[in-house]
């Protein structure tokens, strides 16, 4: 109980004794004032600022450094000019250089943003949330983002259509932009009034410097802009863009004798179109029929024995850009470890692969489809002057059908229902823009469920309200959301869902959940609250509580782990916010979360102190470690009682070298280990990066991690009415090397390859039951088995309980070789803005090895010495008409 009181106090006393010793900085707004082209011609944009017509307005100057010493003079002065039209807005910048042959003119794709740069941001919304970046290097690579939460979330998948060129002087370099207006989004005003900033880096000096002073402890990045002022009736501009494509591919695979489907070759050709319509100026449609996702780069590899499914970010184009608009994050923190991942929309349930697989015959073969085909998608998404932000999203995905051949007789079978997915989202911003609150929608509806899929939900909803408070200028805030779910379906349906991992209502001496197989709907619910300071001084801090109950189920459209849990959580930190003769910047952190289920019971605390450096020859380095002197699990026996974990301590630790060398390394590695030695795991990676010229740049990744488990779940057999519950000694070695090489021959034209071979290898031992899941000594909750007690014949264990000479009881040997290597080669031509030729070959090989092999003999014997991956070549051609 004092330990408590303890906790509470240092939760809720040390911020506000942090807040004595701060001093708000007062930074004023700068402002500049534009002038439009009326009797003059419009610039040409070469990079060379030439032109009279930038003759109409004065340079503006007088930048201050924002990094790694801020509010100071920077090494070297940045000035720069804005005019505009009623289609464009140009901007000219110079950034002055005294030593200009030591400029750095890196090549890299779009986005790259590497060697000197220089940006501008615009908050054309003025609601100091949201802004758009237009970035530009010394060697002509564009850059641009989409800036939410305050600069929080940057989506760099933001790609609008825009121009600019550099050049480099005597003086230095400069950069020319010329950004339609059509590609920005305001209101309808006499006067605009946006919020502006100009930032450069000095590479050389690794130095940020900006127009509109930027203290490292402010509350955010767009709140703080200058103004841009002088924009005079600007007409809204009517955005119309059509982009169709057309794809031709050919797959190759190892042909299966006597499989129609398998003959060793497929081609096709398919078209689709994306269109992009301004309904007004600040609302805009983005439609999409048929899209092909050929040349996204494939999901890295892994594997959990945790049962829980793995999340990997979305990469395709359609779902990417602009998804801030529809994120609901069901409890991100400062402090972490609260399942951050979960959220109601996770786009990549859309056009996933179909859920059903018919059961075959010995002798049948099938065609079983490998995603179920978006058939059309929009989006209905921006925000209004007035604070209105709204979302909405629209996809249907195809009805799929597998084809079964058994004797030359052909057979369908629907393995995905026609499925409609639904998302609205909606928030209105209050109180100058310090207060929000907001709203969020989810529906799927699968329709004409045929016998064979009645496993799957019929419909599935969910939604919540979420709100956010910010004063004293934005350094402290409180916000939250609570969320909903309401799941229909058949009596299997919904049995399913309470058996998954997520909810295992079927444990047993769980009072406060209960199988009942006569359901066919569950509605459940979940929340965030949290209150923290961001800004104003050296001390930071956090402090929250999340739930889930045990009937929340999001995972027909959202991502959900797990059900059933309540957690509290605090995070306190300290930066500092000048360099000094050792760091350019240091901070340390302590975080520490306690964890409950439904049922009253007390599954974990948890410590954490962390810290991380930016050292003064700008390497970076962090360490961290973890106590967790309490952990029980729901979930760890599979529906079986609540099981007992023991003590545990965890650590990490990284260094990286400059990122501005052309050779860098850097190193990282974490572990953990019980205190009664019961489990222990750890991971190394070691990076390295050559760039032995501008255009090309090559990067390697190998990493190794092992992982003992003694209590490691294997399965919950049924013995004569009675349910053991096997685990054994899992030896786990996993083997994995990224390679990238990225070659730029200029910023419109690239060769990219990556390519990952990856093991994963396990090897059983110990089996044994868990007979005391509470027992406080790990050898009391087990009852290991007796080597007399095991035979293993044909890959299945036999086990002789009694010693009586009879089989009581078996299970399949759990030894496992997971063995793949993907691999992507994409050149990539913008023959002229927003118009894109793809080549792409793509190489997917995956496989079970031999566990009793040494990993580098079994990623040999089924990678290096396979003749016969699978190979996708195509050609993706898209034309951008702007209307």
Known sequence: MRTSLLLICMVFIVPFISIAQDSTIIVPKRVYTTKPLKSVEPPVVDGKLNDISWDIVSWEDGFTESRPDENTPPSNQTRFKVIYDRKYIYVGIQCLDNEPDKIVKRLSRRDGFDGDWVGIFIDSYYDKRTAFGFIVSAAGVKGDVFESNNGGNEDDSWNPIWYTKTNIDAEGWTAEMKIPLS??????????????????????????SVWQRLPPDTGGFVSEFGELHGLMDLEPQNQLEIQPYTVGSVKTYEAEEGNPFRDGSDGKLTVGLDAKIGITNDLTMDVTINPDFGQVEADPSAIALDGFQIFFEEQRPFFVENKNIFDYTVSSSEA???FGSDNLFYSRRIGRSPQGYPDLLDNEFIDQPENANILGAAKFSGKTKNGWSIGVL???????????VNNGERRKEVVEPLTNYFVGRLQKDFNDRNTFV????????????????????????????DFKHQWNDRDWYVGGNVIWSHVMGSEEAIRN????????????????VELDPGRTSLTGTGGNLQLGKIGNGHWKFETGATWRSPELELNDIGFQRRADDIRHYTWIGYQTLKPDNTFRKVG?????????????????LMFNTNSWQNWKNN????FGFNIEPVSYSNFALRGGPRLRESPQMSFWNGISMDERKKLRFEFFHNGNKASDNSFSSYYVEFGA????????????????GTNRNKLQYIDNLDVNGETRYLNGTVEQRTLSMSFRLNYTINPNLTIQYWGQPFISRGRYSNFKEVVDPLAKNFDDRISPFLENQLSLSEDVYAVDDDLDGTTDFSFDNPDFSFVQFRSNLVVRWEYIPGSEIFLVWSQDLSQSGNPREMLFQDLQDNIFNNEKPQNIFLIKATYRFIL
């Not at 209101?187 to 940020?208: D, I």
């Open 588 to 604: 340390i952190n302590y975080n520490h979360w306690s964890v409950w289920d439904f049922g009253g019971n007390f599954n974990s």
């Open 336 to 338: 972490g470890n609260t």
């Open 394 to 404: 629209e996809s249907v995905t195809a009805r799929k059908q597998a084809t079964i």
């Open 183 to 208: 590609q920005l989004k305001f209101g309808k005003s006499k006067e605009q009034v946006w919020g502006f900033e100009v930032m450069r880096r000095h590479f050389r000096e690794e130095e940020r």
């Open 438 to 465: 907001g709203g969020i929608l989810t529906a799927t509806n699968r329709n004409q469920l045929t016998p064979e899929l009645d496993f799957l939900h019929k419909s599935a909803y969910s939604g919540g309200l």
């Open 689 to 704: 990066v050559y760039q032995p010229f501008n255009s090309l740049r090559i990067s390697a990744s190998p990493e190794y």
């Open 497 to 512: 869902t309470q058996e998954s991992i997520a909810h295992l209502f079927q444990r047993v001496g769980a009072d406060h």
């Open 619 to 622: 390497w970076f380095s962090n």
